[in-house]
């Protein structure tokens, strides 16, 4: 695995909030997943449950 880090610049800053929103939102759907699945909740239920709970596709 190769790890690239970068400085994102931005345009403006609504474009810089709605980058950090998505950011903030994609870490909770992961920390809720891992322990869901943790709890021995099954991968198919888990994406179906994480798109209704934090409206991601």
Same mark, same amino acid.
């Given at each position: 695995? $190769?790890?690239? &880090? @970068?400085?994102?610049?931005?345009?403006?800053?609504?474009?810089?909030?709605?980058?950090? =929103?998505?950011? !903030? $939102?994609?870490? &909770? @759907?992961?920390?809720?997943?891992?322990?869901?699945?943790?709890?021995?909740?099954?991968? =198919?239920?888990? !994406?179906?449950?994480?798109?209704?709970?934090?409206?991601?596709?």
């Amino acid at each position: 695995m $190769i790890t690239i &880090s @970068a400085k994102l610049l931005f345009s403006s800053y609504q474009d810089k909030e709605k980058v950090l =929103n998505l950011m !903030r $939102i994609w870490s &909770s @759907a992961m920390r809720y997943a891992y322990k869901r699945f943790l709890e021995g909740m099954e991968i =198919n239920t888990l !994406r179906k449950l994480i798109q209704d709970v934090f409206g991601l596709n």
